[in-house]
Structure formats: structure tokens, C-alpha cells
């Protein structure tokens, strides 16, 4: 009987057969395995239109007890997969992907092994486009990389190793939107292999689908930035994550920040404040899939950096901060919203145990007191306007430069923020005041950094506070190579600047007598000093007096 004449009969012929395989007697099964290869074997092609009730049933024999039947079972899968190869173009895919989709998940290692066997067939059969179902079954396929069975795992990850090289050869015909999120999902397991291969798998994602990347970037990055403190035993994952953290920075530009026009300028007034009419993640002239959403992104940088701030995970901090350094540069005007709660963050970490994360967090806030650039322009021939202190968009706009002489109108609050997390924190105060001033002054101005400093103490009523941090100015201005360069301007005393910072300084170091005179000598106004010196007959001479005397001295 030919073929042709069995297709009206498929259904008649397979359906009793397939309901022989639940059966109690294993030798009906097996000979129920030997049936329906006899009848694919006949009927070839025309046993497709009903590929999903056999495949369901050939996995069902895939964990069958007997070793006899599972072998029934492996000759019947041959056979099909040969019908399919002949007659791919009648075979039915987008049918049969929900059920592979659903199946996946089963965690029996031989009825895994059995789906695996299918997905790696399919995506070698020529004819078929699997990539577009890879959404599908990717996230199945990733935690079968989890399996007890090694054997199981091994498969698992071949597969994965062949559609991944299908993706690097197909380019941008690959949605890679649709499945990223199932990428980032997997880096959270607790399976080494999973999560090693879901790194490389983001890795290379972020190298092909480029930009398409930016839209998911903060979920990305609180995935991958905690991947970069794993100790020496995952340093080959620790390489990975910080090839993948690599890679997503290239992608950000310049042109990812908004464009003011020479109009909006105009209505920016003298407050960083007054830009709130802009909305940071508004961007008409991106697409929403190439759309950076810094709002999100910066969410999850200091999110990233409060739950890791009392762990040993230093360089997921670094990594954390030099992201916020990354987009102050880039994207300064879509950062300007987030300043104060990006400070705020910056000054609590401030008390890390790191000295590398305390002086990567003081760059940043140098950088963000800091104005090197010119104001945003609509063209590269539109006139420049004057700089109006105080405006953010100036401030922050391309600062490249830490040694940059000038400051902007956040600076005062810095300080004064500064100022007052030291009142609270004493013991920061005296375990990195130094440290933190020091620096500071060589990001920024320090002629600006002491002027500010001093009249900011100023406002102060804590008496014994302010006396505190000048004998901390005073030891730091006298004695360390940071300052030399202001010891000498304030020794030369030649210009109109320099004069009224020792006038600022002299009313602030006014709280310390031992500071006062000091000042006096550097700037060598002996006549001042010998005025001075006269009045402590009458000062109480104390041992902490003594003791700054005796290190000034020293």
C-alpha cells in the first residue's frame, strides 16, 4: 500500500498505538514502540500533522523504568527526527514551540536530556529558523545548565554554545530585546555555571545588539556590578563581568544627554534648580529602543552602593561610582535633577574603609563643584553666553579637568555639607578630615576650597567645633606638599585675591591662637604677630595650646 493512501488513515493508525504507551505492561509499551516506528517508517511525512501527541509521548517514554523501552523509545526518535529532516518545510513549528516552551522545565535529567536532543536538532536543521523562538526556551535551557548530572549540564551547555554562535553569525537579525531580561535574570542564580554563562552570554549581547542595550541598562548593571567582588576562586566570572561592565560604558555617548537650545538657556535662571522644566529621560529624538534612562540607572548606583557599603565588595563600589563619574561627564544635564541625592550618597560614603572608593567618591564631588566649560550651545556656531554662577548646566557640562581653578554655585553647599557631616562625625572628622581636605584641594581650588571653608565656620556657633577643624586647616595649610603652592601665594602676598583669603582666614583663625599666629608669620606680617604675641600674657596656656605649638614648631 503506498504512502499516498495511508495519509487518510494516520490518525486511525497512530491514535491507538499512542495510548498503548500508558499502559501498566512494559511489553506493551515496547511493542507499542515497535508498532509506531513501523508506521513512521510508512507513513513518513505524513505522520507531522500530528508530531505534538507523539513527541508527548516519546517524552513520556523518556523516563520510563525500563531500560527496553527507552531503548523502543530512542529508535522511534531517530526515525522522526529523519521524517523531519526530509519534510521540514510541512513540519510545524510555531506549533510546537509553546509545547517545547512549556516542557522545558521539567527537571527529570533523562526527559531533559530527551528535550535537549530536540533543540540541538532543530537548530541544526537547515530550513528552520529557530532564533526567533529562542525567547522561548532560552531561560529553560539556562537552568538545565543546573542539572545533578553533569552529562545533562554538559548538553545543555553545548546547545548553548551552538545557538550562541548562530547569533554572533546572524548579527542584527537577532531580537535581542526579547531576551535580555532572561539573561539577567539567570545571573542571580546561585549555580556557578548558570551564572557564568549567562555573563558570557550578556557580554556578548552588549557587543552585537549595541545600543539596544542602553533601554535595560540599570536592571543590567545591578546584575553584573556585584559579579565584580567575586573573590580569587570566580575570578575567570569576576574577568567576564568586568569585560561586560567594559563594554556598556562604550555605549553611552554625549549625544544620549538632552540638548538645551539657546531658548531654553534663556529661561535657566542662576539655580541648577530651575532646569526642572526638563525632564532627564525625555529624549524625542531617540527611539525607545535606544532610549538611556538615567533616573533608573542612577536609582539603582546608589542603591547599589548603600547595600554594599558594610560588605567586603570594594570594587563593585569603585565599579558603582565610576559609573556616576561616567555619566556626569556624558550626561551632565540628565544628571542635574539627581544631584542631591547623589551627594548625599557621596557623603556617606565618604566614611569607607577604602581609601581608593573615599578618594574615586571625592573625584566625583570635585567634578560636580567643579566648571570648566563653556555653557551649552544650540550649534557649534551659535554665540556663547556669559557664565551665570550657580547654573548646573555650566557647572557639571563636560568637566574633564580636576584642576580646574574655578567652582560653581554648588560649592558653598558642598562645603557647608561637608562642614556639618564632620560636626556629627567626629571621629571622621579626625581619622580623614586630613585626608579628605587635602585631596579636595588638589581637585579643586585651593584658594576657593580654604575661603569658603572659613567662611562657612563662620556661621557656626559650636565654639569648640570651629576651633577643631582650624587647628585641622591650619596643620594642613603649614605642613603638607598639596599646599605649597598656597603657602607660597599667601607668603608672596601679591595680589588682591590672596589678600582678602588672609583676611577671610585670619577672622576664622581667630578661634586658635596658635593657627592665628602661624598665619601671621607665613604671610609675614610680624608686626601683626608681635601685636599678637603681646595679648597671650593674658590667655590661658593650655597643654593642647602646648602641643600645637610644639608640632607647628616641629
Not at 88 to 106: A, E, S, V, W
Not at 147 to 157: A, F, G, N, V, W
Not at 526 to 550: A, N
Request: net charge negative; proline share 3%.
Amino acid at each position: 500500500q503506498s504512502t499516498w493512501d495511508c495519509r487518510d488513515f494516520a490518525y486511525q493508525v497512530l491514535t491507538p498505538v499512542l495510548n498503548c504507551f500508558a499502559n501498566y505492561d512494559q511489553n506493551i509499551r515496547f511493542l507499542a514502540c515497535e508498532s509506531l516506528f513501523n508506521i513512521v517508517k510508512t507513513i513518513r511525512g505524513n505522520c507531522l500533522n500530528y508530531f505534538d501527541a507523539v513527541f508527548e509521548e516519546l517524552l513520556r517514554l523518556a523516563v520510563d523504568p525500563h531500560q527496553e523501552v527507552r531503548n523502543g523509545m530512542d529508535t522511534v526518535d531517530k526515525i522522526m527526527k529523519e521524517v523531519v529532516t526530509e519534510d521540514c518545510r510541512n513540519f510545524d513549528l510555531p506549533k510546537f514551540i509553546p509545547l517545547l516552551r512549556d516542557r522545558i522545565y521539567i527537571n527529570d535529567p533523562l526527559s531533559r536530556r530527551f528535550l535537549v536532543s530536540w533543540v540541538i536538532f532543530l537548530y541544526e536543521l537547515p530550513g528552520v529558523s529557530m532564533l526567533a523562538y529562542l525567547p522561548d526556551i532560552l531561560d529553560g535551557l539556562l537552568q538545565i545548565l543546573g542539572d545533578s548530572s553533569s552529562e545533562i549540564s554538559k548538553q545543555s551547555e553545548e546547545c548553548l554554545n551552538l545557538i550562541l554562535n548562530l547569533i554572533v553569525d546572524c548579527g542584527d537579525k537577532v531580537n535581542y530585546s526579547s531576551m535580555i531580561n532572561i539573561i539577567i535574570k539567570n545571573i542571580y542564580s546561585r549555580c556557578v555555571l548558570i551564572q557564568d554563562t549567562s555573563l558570557i552570554w550578556l557580554g556578548k549581547f552588549a557587543e552585537l545588539s549595541h545600543r539596544v542595550m542602553l533601554p535595560f541598562l540599570s536592571s543590567t548593571l545591578e546584575a553584573v556590578l556585584p559579579c565584580l567582588s567575586f573573590d580569587d576562586t570566580r575570578q575567570l566570572s569576576r574577568n567576564r563581568a568586568r569585560s561586560v561592565n567594559k563594554t556598556l560604558m562604550s555605549l553611552i555617548q554625549t549625544s544620549d544627554d538632552c540638548q538645551i537650545t539657546s531658548d531654553q538657556q534663556d529661561r535657566v535662571g542662576d539655580k541648577y534648580s530651575d532646569l526642572d522644566e526638563f525632564n532627564d529621560d525625555d529624549d524625542n529624538n531617540k527611539s525607545n529602543n535606544e532610549r538611556l534612562y538615567v533616573s533608573s540607572i542612577v536609582n539603582v548606583i546608589c542603591k547599589l552602593i548603600k547595600n554594599n557599603r558594610h560588605e567586603n565588595n570594594t570594587l563593585t563600589r569603585l565599579y558603582t561610582l565610576r559609573w556616576l563619574l561616567h555619566l556626569l561627564t556624558l550626561t551632565p544635564i540628565k544628571m542635574y535633577r539627581h544631584i542631591d541625592g547623589v551627594c548625599k550618597v557621596l557623603f556617606e560614603i565618604l566614611t569607607d574603609e577604602s581609601d581608593d572608593v573615599v578618594l574615586l567618591d571625592l573625584e566625583i564631588l570635585a567634578k560636580i563643584c567643579s566648571v570648566t566649560a563653556e555653557p551649552y550651545k544650540e550649534s557649534s556656531t551659535s554665540s556663547s553666553t556669559s557664565h551665570r554662577s550657580g547654573d548646573f548646566v555650566k557647572v557639571i557640562g563636560k568637566v574633564n579637568d580636576l584642576s580646574v581653578v574655578r567652582c560653581n554655585g554648588y560649592f558653598p553647599s558642598f562645603i557647608r555639607n561637608l562642614l556639618i557631616m564632620f560636626k556629627n562625625n567626629l571621629s571622621l572628622l579626625d581619622s580623614k578630615g586630613c585626608y579628605i581636605i587635602r585631596h579636595l584641594c588638589v581637585m579643586l581650588n585651593s584658594v576657593q576650597m580654604y575661603h569658603v571653608m572659613a567662611e562657612t565656620l563662620l556661621t557656626f556657633d559650636d565654639v569648640a567645633y570651629v576651633t577643631h577643624v582650624v587647628k585641622i586647616l591650619n596643620s594642613i595649610l603649614m605642613t603638607t606638599t598639596e599646599l605649597f603652592p598656597l603657602r607660597n601665594q599667601l607668603k608672596a602676598f601679591s595680589s588682591k585675591d590672596i589678600a582678602l583669603l588672609f583676611t577671610c582666614l585670619y577672622r576664622c583663625w581667630c578661634y586658635n591662637p596658635v593657627a592665628t599666629i602661624s598665619l601671621c608669620l607665613l604671610t609675614q606680617n610680624y608686626d601683626l604677630s608681635s601685636r599678637l604675641l603681646d595679648t597671650f600674657v593674658d590667655l590661658e596656656i593650655s597643654v593642647s595650646i602646648l602641643e600645637e605649638i610644639d608640632i607647628w614648631y616641629n
